[in-house]
């Protein structure tokens, strides 16, 4: 297993139910998630972690709601209701995550003024997070991805990590979606098409 790593994607109470961006049974995948843990010598996690404020946010836009779609200068941003903020309870992994075993932690959305869905970039699709050259410096050539959720930070995660030259697969029983305008049926047809395995 030594070329390869598991790629937990935001397991944190605020996508679970009773969080500020519920992902529907977003808490239903913990066993699964943890059992892949588990199986993996290399682990992952990656944490959505916002300054307050963010520009990603509805509240940041007055008279924007959650969920309406705006422009910004990297392009397209749907906002959100705020969410996964430094410090709070919300922004932390759900504690039955067996999250000990982790490696590394990549905090994403930390730049107040974009967003990042993707464990490798941010949303510009330009500004790296590091992780990439740090699973090649570790010689890890496939990764497998599975979390929160399946139609935004799971999928974008992916198919960055196929355009960087990874295998990658995401294994669907433990990731849950969000799925705006069947937007969980896009992304998983936009994963396939890119090369990604869909387990």
């Known amino acids: 297993m030594s070329g390869k790593a598991l790629i937990?994607?935001?397991?944190?109470?605020?996508?679970?139910?009773?969080?500020?961006?519920a992902v529907a049974d977003g808490d239903a995948i913990l066993?699964?998630?943890?059992?892949?843990?588990g199986e993996f010598e290399h682990v992952v996690l990656t944490q959505d972690w916002h300054p307050a404020g963010h520009s990603?946010?509805?509240?940041?836009?007055?008279?924007?709601?959650p969920f309406e779609d705006i422009d910004m200068p990297y392009g397209r941003q749907t906002l959100w209701p705020d969410h996964c903020v430094q410090g709070t309870e919300g922004a932390a992994f759900h504690p039955a995550l067996v999250w000990?075993?982790?490696?590394?932690?990549?905090?994403?959305?930390?730049?107040?003024?974009?967003?990042?869905?993707s464990a490798f970039f941010e949303n510009d699709h330009r500004t790296p997070t590091g992780l990439g050259g740090y699973?090649?410096?570790?010689?890890?050539?496939?990764?497998?991805?599975?979390?929160?959720?399946?139609?935004?930070?799971?999928?974008?995660?992916?198919?960055?990590?196929v355009s960087l030259g990874f295998k990658a697969d995401v294994r669907?029983?433990?990731?849950?979606?969000?799925?705006?305008?069947?937007?969980?049926a896009t992304m998983v047809g936009r994963m396939r098409a890119a090369g990604v395995i869909i387990a």
Not at 31 to 37: E, F, G, Q, S, W
């Open 8 to 21: 937990v994607i935001d397991m944190q109470n605020d996508f679970c139910p009773g969080g500020k961006l």
């Open 31 to 37: 066993p699964a998630v943890n059992r892949l843990i």
């Open 56 to 65: 990603s946010f509805a509240s940041s836009h007055p008279g924007k709601a």
């Open 100 to 117: 000990t075993k982790a490696e590394m932690v990549i905090r994403k959305g930390f730049r107040a003024g974009i967003d990042s869905y």
């Open 135 to 161: 699973l090649k410096e570790r010689g890890i050539d496939t990764v497998t991805l599975c979390g929160l959720a399946t139609d935004y930070c799971v999928a974008y995660s992916a198919l960055d990590a």
């Open 172 to 184: 669907l029983e433990a990731c849950r979606g969000i799925d705006l305008g069947g937007s969980v």
